[in-house]
């Protein structure tokens, strides 16, 4: 039996850092404006640091080049080629024919990696690719299980599967969308979204016979999110992803905090680990139990196992646990248990906390004691905050490393 890779976003080293701690077997990054992650650009010297700890791991990193190109672009793409082949990347992420042609003579030593973008949604264009150089195919997220099931029951050998498991999905088909440009100026397919599908809307009627006269469609007071979708989930499809015989499930979130990220990758962990060791046994609510924490909006399979879903959209917008949210994470450890934290939230002493511990699925639970500021050492009753990278020390009576994400229990 197959296990597939487990594929994280990285918008930054420190968050490539948190996305291996908590299983992440690879991460996909973007850099300056070659990509579709302009707004999580990560550069060059980051980037070469997280391919050290990758590789000192034995995990891969991909960056994404998967702009569609002008040919004024192409100097720029050629010398960023080569920099990522002597960088030693893994994959380039492209969707552009042209790209993929300056790829293979500038970065020879790497494998292409062809994006969702590029809308692959039959067993003929994942060949088309392959004969074309392509090691893996990244496959349109609107197709259903059959279809890629017969995709990779029929692949050549050498041919690699990506598929995405969870994370937003783009209004547009396969994130092939003008929207943003129209209203505000901003490239979808330059990596600087600015997610209008997103925002809330106020409907208005005209009424035929008297033109100009607009009557307000009413709602509530944040108007209706007409175009915003859910966020897929594929956990409860696990087995079925398995069975299928992808060689990589992907976890979207570019924009997302260390905390959904540590959240959302340590539960497809040990969802995917669990049912390779024991699928007699395997059940997807504890998993479930976990990604509730960190959501953001309602949750959809999508078109995966029925490519006539209607319940894709999400008309209420976020849809935030109001039960936890992201404490902090952990800096550093001292004598007697006693730990730099650098928050995100508004802690108090009697708090309840959750340390996520990598390997462990259920955080450990705690009561905050005591709090000390993290300068002076005084005892301290709240800490909120204020100012960027606010640090407060505190007593966690289990072992931790710098990195470990805490949350707090707010019910």
Known sequence: MNKPELLAPAGTFEKAKVAF???????????????????????????????KLAHSLNKKVYVAMNIYARDEEYELIKEEAKRLDEMGVDGIIISDGGIVDVVKEYAPNTDVHISTQANVVSLHTCNFWYKNGAKRIILARELNKDEIKYIT????????????????????????????????????????????????????????????????????????????SKDMCLMKDIPTLFDIGVDSLKIEGRLKTEYYLATVINAYRHAIDDYYDDKENWNYEKYMKQLDKARTRGLTSFYFNDKYNKDIQDYDGKQINPDYEFAGIVVNTGIEGITTIEIRNKLSVGDKLEVMVPNILEPYEMTIEKLYDAETGEEIAT?????????VKLRIPVDVKPGYIIRRIKA
């Open 21 to 51: 701690m908590y299983g992440a077997d690879a991460v996909y990054a973007g850099t300056s404006k070659l990509s579709l992650r302009t707004r999580t650009e990560m550069q060059f010297d980051d980037l070469l640091e997280t391919v």
């Open 153 to 228: 029951q029929n692949k050549p050998n050498g041919m690699e599967i990506e598929m995405f498991a969870h994370g937003a999905i783009c209004y547009s088909y396969s994130g092939r969308c003008y929207m943003s440009d129209y209203m505000a100026g901003r490239s979808a397919n330059h990596g600087d979204c600015a997610q209008p599908c997103r925002w809330s809307y106020n409907l208005y009627v005209e009424e035929k016979n008297t033109p100009g006269e607009f009557l307000p469609i009413d709602y509530d007071e944040k108007g209706t999110y007409i175009f915003s």
């Open 383 to 391: 800490v909120n905050p204020g100012v960027k990278e606010q640090k």
